[in-house]
């Protein structure tokens, strides 16, 4: 069964750092890789969709990585800013459905 | 276009009722997922649907749960006899074919509080 792993659980930096966020998984057999944000009590807006043939996508001051041979991902956000602050995501296709991390919460302060 | 509408928002059962949970996907949209969000926690899937096919129900946590998207449109989650544990946010999912290699586009969730 696929597991995955988001480090650090929860995080908070002040405005303009840029942070990296991690997720590591154990089946490197799948279809692609999606990183979303949830806001509180809200659902879940995907920000960047990797392709397993990929190792890369970039969406403005975002960029996530994906290296299936170490079982690893990675979410790049450059010059944080308040509005970055909520959940993030990461979730693994292997088949037909989506295995997520547990999420990190971060918080960007002003 | 509209997304992936889901109602009610919220609903607060007393334990041992049934509740409906309705999802709207987007329109033309193949695929259609349902997950459970407990506090805390990221999502866990518990069935898919391909048109009118549930194709994997293997997430469904008891047989009181039972999904059903009859027309391959709209789909309903129900749950009977509800029980504590059944208190989570359950999302839906849609995603243009089959699911492998598409974006999955979520609704707002609907939270359910069993009292």
């Known amino acids: 069964k696929q597991e995955v792993t988001q480090i650090p659980a929860a995080l908070s930096v002040p405005e303009g750092e840029n942070l990296v966020l991690n997720c590591s998984f154990t089946d490197s057999a799948i279809y692609n890789l999606q990183w979303f944000r949830q806001d509180p009590g809200k659902g879940l807006t995907s920000l960047l969709l990797?392709?397993?043939?990929?190792r890369e996508q970039t969406s403005g001051r975002l960029n996530a990585s994906l290296d299936k041979s170490s079982g690893r991902s990675t979410l790049y956000i450059a010059a944080s800013q308040p509005g970055d602050s909520a959940t993030y995501l990461c979730?693994?296709?292997?088949?037909?459905?989506?295995?997520f991390g547990g999420g990190t919460r971060l918080m960007v302060k002003p | 276009g509209a997304g992936v509408s889901q109602s009610p928002r919220y609903k607060v059962a007393k334990r041992g009722q049934d509740v409906a949970l309705r999802c709207d996907p987007i329109?033309?949209?193949?695929?259609l997922f349902w997950y459970q969000q407990a506090l805390g926690q990221g999502p866990e899937f518990l069935t898919y649907f391909q048109n009118e096919a549930q194709l994997d129900k293997s997430g469904l946590p008891s047989d009181r749960f039972f999904a059903e998207r009859p027309e391959g449109s709209v789909s309903t989650l129900k749950i009977q006899r509800t029980q504590q544990e059944d208190s989570a946010v359950y999302l839906c999912?849609?995603?243009?074919?089959?699911?492998?290699?598409?974006?999955?586009?979520f609704g707002p969730g609907t939270r359910l509080t069993v009292l």
């Open positions: 990797i392709q397993s043939s990929q």
């Open positions: 979730a693994f296709n292997a088949g037909n459905m989506l295995t």
């Open positions: 999912a849609s995603s243009w074919n089959r699911g492998r290699t598409d974006t999955q586009y």
């Open positions: 329109s033309g949209h193949v695929s």
